[in-house]
């Protein structure tokens, strides 16, 4: 987590940094710096609490700078405070961190025995004097850039984690030094200056040339001039990639709230996904726009759908239709717990990273290890230029556009969507499928935005709903078949945005245990569309009722005996079974922002999240 923003060039202001904070405050916010280089003189400005409480003291800071870095923390080591917040000083050394230093006691104590004296509780305060340790030990003989080189190599040898550096030094006041393990690094190339940043978003508002730095490389940049060499000192030569997302994509265009504008995106973040990899005349699916060109997909036996979070209930809704059409076996796995079993993928086996950033540490790690041990390896993922997509064999992008609401909503859509034009891929690959069969699927999937269009006008009924909704201590949420891992999303939300804690389960696991939780306060939010398995959720629904139990139901236009059965009643339209999950999800990601909202929560950034989860 934390966001990193750094600058060498001809000239940058204090909002430049703010700025570019406020594009990555997703990845954490509960204080911020910036230190800027001006004559010789290093001004550093940090603020406990969001971003805003730093705005207040821009105007400390001086008006320009050649050579400045930000950032913008989520805690790991020591509270939020201005103290633990970034950038560390030690001496003529300045740094910022993004990751954690595993190994950071056992140098604090090598540090304080050296005279150091610590003034923040954090682990990235060992990395600025050790550093300066570094710096000041041995000087004779080396200019001041060629010791700064030494003393990273010093420093990055010394020390075990995770970590994306950005370093200044008052004595090579034209030099900015980004060094990357484990964590998110890019560098974005113009000609009047080169920047450093923990993800694009930071960027395209000055850059759309950007150049992905990998683990253990070191940047030593200048306004004209770029020198990454790897840890062991080897030079690194690197196209930068192009990307396409518009710095105009990053505002709210009239929406309250980023989640807002993103919910309402669902359906071109759909479109778009689908856009260019089918045919639904033909029935063909376009693999090669999709991303696959490395694996093998005619020799896929067995499939795991590897992710955390939404991403991961997006893997087990998929996992109904890709079975369906591909008849092969598919796993889902969390992340987070995936390399603590031993692992059995082979040669035949396709391991599936979905991840909205795709800088998930957990995912991350799980995809690696996969490869690791012979798996065919795919991404899909929404960040253009990843480290997710760096590490598989193939990359799809689910073009849902950049969400910057911490809850993740629209990439959720996208992220089914795509798996399934991947599992009408593989059916054709292996001849599961005839072509007829596909293009009455496709037809189906073409049609999704459309409704999503529609659902989203039930938006103020919501609203009107939520009102009534936001004294609940606890919800449950219910679905059965493809509507359970949409229980689990909205439960998700609504637990993440308004903190009113919420659990879903499979409606047919209610009666084995859960049950015993409903009295006449419990509210259960039951997913009841009119779907294969209709009958035996309204059976569920019934055994909620005669308990006394509150019911909020999802159920399908002019289902009147569900509506009776219910105190609070959503319809969605009739449509295709595939089609159902993506229109029962938007009235649940509408009830979670509309509730956050009323309760008076941040919905954009919730308490203790940050969005792109860079530590296990
Ligand atoms: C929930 C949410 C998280 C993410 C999870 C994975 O609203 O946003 O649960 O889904 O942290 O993130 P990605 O998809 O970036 O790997």
């Known amino acids: 987590m934390c966001g990193v923003i750094g600058f060498v060039g001809d000239e940058a202001s204090p909002e430049f940094f703010y700025n570019g904070l406020k594009r990555l405050e997703y990845r954490g916010y509960d204080s911020a710096g910036i230190a800027m280089l001006s004559h010789g003189q290093m001004y550093i400005e940090r603020a406990e609490g969001k971003l805003s409480a730093l705005e207040k003291k821009l105007v400390h800071l001086p008006l320009k700078t050649s050579l400045g870095m930000g950032h913008t923390r989520w805690a790991t080591h020591g509270k939020p405070s201005e103290a633990n917040a970034h950038p560390h000083k030690s001496g003529n050394i300045v740094i910022l961190h993004n990751g954690i230093i595993e190994n950071y006691k056992e140098i604090k104590s090598f540090l304080q025995e050296n005279g150091y004296v610590f003034e923040s509780e954090t682990d990235t305060e060992v990395a600025a004097h050790l550093l300066h340790y570094e710096f000041h030990k041995n000087t004779i003989l080396l200019s001041p850039l060629e010791n700064m080189k030494r003393s990273i190599f010093a420093l990055v040898s010394r020390i075990r984690g995770a970590f994306a550096f950005g370093i200044i030094c008052t004595d090579i006041p034209d030099v900015l030094f980004a060094v990357k393990y484990g964590s998110p690094l890019v560098l974005g190339l113009s000609d009047t200056a080169h920047y450093m940043a923990s993800g694009i978003a930071a960027l395209v508002e000055h850059t759309r040339s950007i150049l992905i730095m990998e683990d253990r490389e070191i940047a030593y940049l200048t306004a004209k001039n770029k020198e990454i060499v790897t840890f062991e000192g080897v030079p690194v030569s690197r196209k930068p990639i ?263 389960y499979a409606a047919g696991e209610l009666k084995h245990g859960p049950i015993a939780l409903i009295d006449d306060e419990m509210y259960t939010v039951c997913l009841a569309p009119r779907d294969s398995y209709y009958e035996k959720t309204m059976s569920n629904i019934e055994e909620i009722r005669a308990r006394g139990g509150k019911i909020i139901s999802i159920g399908t236009t002019g289902d009147h005996e569900l509506k009776q059965l219910s105190d609070e009643f959503i319809e969605v339209e009739p449509c295709a079974e595939m089609i159902l999950p993506f229109l029962t999800t938007v009235p649940l990601h509408l009830l979670a922002y509309w509730i956050a909202l009323k309760k008076g929560h941040d919905v954009d950034q919730p308490r203790n999240l940050a969005k792109s989860v860079t530590v296990e």
């Open 242 to 504: 192009h990307v396409s997302w518009a710095a105009s994509m990053l505002e709210k265009n009239g929406y309250d709230h980023f989640m807002l504008k993103e919910i309402h995106e669902q359906p071109q973040a759909i479109a778009q996904t689908i856009n260019g990899r089918i045919d639904k005349s033909t029935g063909e699916i376009d693999l090669q726009s999709y991303g696959i060109h490395h694996i093998p997909l005619k020799n896929i036996n067995r499939i795991q759908l590897i992710a955390c979070g939404t991403s991961y209930y997006a893997g087990i809704l998929a996992r109904y239709f890709l079975e369906s059409h591909t008849k092969i076996p598919v796993e889902v796995e969390l992340a987070s717990e995936y390399r603590y079993r031993t692992c059995t993928v082979n040669e035949h086996t396709l391991c599936i990273a979905i991840s909205q950033s795709g800088e998930t540490i957990d995912t991350l790690q799980a995809i690696r290890y996969a490869r690791t041990h012979g798996a065919h390896t795919l991404a899909v993922v929404n960040a253009p230029g990843s480290s997710i997509a760096h590490h598989c064999h193939d990359e799809s992008l689910i073009y849902a556009g950049p969400e910057v609401g911490v809850a993740s909503t629209k990439a959720f859509v996208a992220q089914v969507t795509s798996l399934i034009i991947l599992g009408l891929g593989i059916a054709q690959t292996q001849n599961i499928m005839t072509s007829t069969q596909i293009a009455a699927v496709c037809e189906q999937l073409v049609h999704i935005p459309y409704l999503v269009e529609k659902t989203l006008s039930l938006s103020s009924s919501i609203e009107k709903m939520a009102a009534k909704l936001i004294h609940l201590k606890s919800v449950l949420f219910i679905g059965r078949g493809p509507q359970y891992p949409v229980a689990l999303e909205g439960a998700l939300k609504l637990k993440e945005l308004s903190y009113i804690h919420a659990e879903a």
